[in-house]
């Protein structure tokens, strides 16, 4: 199973809860526009909606979240993993993982789908912690991922929406994978990034970075005493201050038992390095000083940044949730979706209309 990450969005980090009767909502609400766009288009094309972070971001809007809010990815995607706890059979669409402890899960909750499928679940899995290794460990940009959603259907196609945490500059930022277009995990995943603030990141999975990835699968093959010599010799060094590998936080010594591991395994590219269990950020980013350092083995640093409210925020912006206009959008959609599934289309065709006139402004 491979997938395309196609967004990054960064967001500012706010206090404050979801009210319980607005997560009910929003659930029931995220359950009916999934439904008719399954209905409609189809599992596969909801997925790659999830994926595009601003119809992503518009979807949590439509919801009840202020536009800019950190908390619209967590909540959003569990409003709609509640949402289709009792659907998901029928609309052959699952939502594994969540927040924090919940993103643990996630493994488990794959594979308790497994005779719902027709695509290995271990295929699924594999996607589901690659993604997760890929954001923490071979881009390395300041954001450690604590929410992993992991969205999948009976055919096997899949979407990731992550979110990593920077305490340092108060903002979020989020990661989105499409599980039907990449061909690697680890050169140039990015489709569409949206967001605000621009870093200059440890890039492993930029094209510019290939020969800096097959340096570090060939590293790891090399005996853990000649690793440990180098990265000693380089804390000896005088290196510019604005260097973007800091020693720092390397201590050679205690990633012997890593380079002992790597050397025993010798793996045979970069994607299985990342794979091993055991290798992290530090083990990385320690390889890819010696290379870059010594070898002169070039590395990016490029951050892979390219370029509506409906019914109020949970926060009060641009005003409060109206609870009445809220509980009717529920009723009229639960009621196109009902009275489609009898034949009786009419609700969703004049949902349709309503669509055009407002593209075309009139």
């Known amino acids: 199973m491979r997938g395309q990450k196609t967004g990054v969005a960064d967001l500012p980090l706010h206090s404050g809860e979801v009210p319980r009767w607005l997560f009910q909502r929003m659930a029931l609400l995220a359950r009916e526009i999934t439904a008719i766009i399954v209905m409609e288009f189809g ?64 493994p488990e909750e794959i594979l308790a789908r497994g005779e719902l499928i027709s695509a290995d679940p271990a295929g699924l899995v594999y996607a589901s912690r690659m993604a997760a290794k890929v954001d923490n460990t071979a881009l390395q940009d300041g954001y450690q991922i604590y929410h992993h959603t992991f969205v999948f259907d009976r055919e096997g196609n899949w979407c990731v929406i992550q979110q990593g945490m920077n305490p340092a500059n108060r903002y979020a930022r989020r990661y989105h994978w499409l599980g039907e277009k990449v061909k690697s995990f680890v050169c140039e995943p990015h489709n569409a990034v949206c967001c605000d603030l621009v870093t200059e990141p440890l890039n492993l999975v930029a094209a510019e970075s290939e020969e800096a990835r097959r340096m570090n699968a060939l590293l ?5 005493e000649k690793l440990i010599k180098e990265l000693n010799l380089l804390k000896s060094l005088s290196l510019p201050p604005r260097h973007h590998i800091l020693l720092e936080d390397i201590s050679p010594n205690r990633l012997y038992s890593v380079f002992l591991k790597t050397y025993e395994h010798q793996p045979q590219d970069f994607v ?85 006139y407002a593209l075309r402004g009139d």
């Open 43 to 106: 599992t596969a094309e909801f997925l790659r909606r999830l994926s595009d972070p601003f119809w992503f971001q518009a979807f949590g809007c439509v919801l009840g979240f202020d536009w800019h809010s950190s908390g619209l990815t967590t909540t959003t995607c569990g409003a709609l993993k509640e949402g289709l706890k009792n659907l998901g059979d029928e609309l052959g669409l699952f939502v594994a993982g969540g927040k924090g402890g919940t993103s643990r899960r996630t």
């Open 220 to 224: 790891a093959c090399e005996k853990p």
């Open 272 to 356: 299985a390095l990342l794979e091993m269990e055991g290798v992290g950020p530090k083990t990385i980013r320690a390889l890819t000083l010696i290379a870059e350092l010594l070898y002169g083995t070039p590395v990016s640093y490029r951050d892979p940044v390219r370029f509506s409210f409906a019914h109020g925020g949970k926060d009060g912006h641009p005003y409060r949730v109206d609870r009445r206009t809220y509980d009717q959008s529920i009723e009229i959609l639960s009621d196109a979706v009902r009275k489609a599934k009898l034949g009786q289309r009419e609700k969703l065709e004049a949902l349709k209309r309503l669509s055009r």
